[in-house]
C-alpha cells in the first residue's frame, strides 16, 4: 500500500494561484504514475493532470494551460500548479498513485471565489 500525504489547498479569488503537493511513501515501484482528480459537490470525481515516473504529462482539457503538473521521483512527490483560477475550480483535490492498484489520498479543499 502507498500512503499519499497531501498539502497546498484552501480559499483564493479568481485568477489568483495556489500550488498542491503530494508525498507518497510505503511500496513504490516503478513505473508508475501520480496526478491529481478532483470532485466538486454533485459532481463525479474527474481528471485533472496525471505524470509518469518515465515524464508523460496528460491534463484535462479544462485546465490545459493553465495548471501545470511536475514530479521529483527521488522524492517521490507530485506538485500541482494551479494559475489563473476560477471559480469553477472549486474541488476537493484528490492525489492519486497508479502502480500496481490505484491509491488515493484524502484529498484537499480549493475554493475559488468570484
Known amino acids: 500500500q502507498v500512503r499519499l500525504v497531501e498539502s497546498g489547498g484552501g480559499l483564493v479569488q479568481a485568477g489568483g494561484s495556489l500550488r498542491l503537493s503530494c508525498a507518497a511513501s510505503?511500496?513504490?515501484?516503478?513505473?508508475?504514475?501520480m496526478g491529481w482528480y478532483r470532485q466538486a459537490p454533485g459532481k463525479q470525481r474527474e481528471l485533472v493532470a496525471t505524470?509518469?515516473?518515465?515524464?508523460?504529462?496528460n491534463y484535462a482539457d479544462s485546465v490545459k494551460g493553465r495548471f501545470t503538473i511536475s514530479r521529483v521521483n527521488q522524492e517521490n512527490t507530485v506538485y500541482l500548479q494551479m494559475n489563473s483560477l476560477k471559480p469553477e475550480d472549486t474541488a476537493v483535490y484528490y492525489c492519486?498513485?497508479?502502480?500496481?492498484?490505484?491509491?488515493w489520498g484524502q484529498g484537499t479543499q480549493v475554493t475559488v471565489s468570484s
Open positions: 510505503g511500496r513504490i515501484f516503478s513505473p508508475n504514475s
Open positions: 492519486y498513485f497508479g502502480g500496481f492498484r490505484s491509491d
Open positions: 505524470i509518469t515516473s518515465g515524464g508523460r504529462i
